[in-house]
């Protein structure tokens, strides 16, 4: 009989997914006359929190909600790199900040969903 661990490979990709989504959300705040790229993250990495926290329980479909989660946080991430280059371009320290917590949520969100994604089986 297989032993049941603390942390399996499902409940840590859930973990990361939500660790991520929060960090984009946080990311994706509107500073100034970006509020095309903060609703592009906040719709983004809100849809990959909710992924995130239906991926908890271990379902059938879980890949495919892995999955779906992957290509939010992409999208969520593209908004924060915009927002990054913006602030690059510009000088701008506060876009900088939030468009790398963007990237680093993106970052996080992806890592998990890829454990969920290529998980093998046994």
Avoid: H
């Amino acid at each position: 009989m297989r032993g049941v661990s603390a942390l399996d490979s499902n409940r840590l990709s859930a973990i990361l997914l939500c660790l991520g989504a929060v960090l984009g959300l946080v990311g994706a705040t509107p500073t100034g006359f970006t509020l095309f790229y903060a609703t592009l993250g906040w719709g983004s990495f809100g849809l990959v929190l909710l992924l995130g926290a239906f991926s908890f329980r271990k379902r059938q479909e879980g890949r495919v909600l892995a999955l779906a989660a992957m290509w939010f946080a992409l999208l969520g991430g593209a908004a924060s790199v915009a927002l990054m280059i913006l602030g690059l371009m510009i000088s701008w320290n506060a876009a900088i900040w939030f468009g790398s917590v963007g990237v680093v949520g993106t970052l996080l969100a992806t890592a998990g969903a890829a454990i969920r994604i290529l998980r093998v089986s046994a």
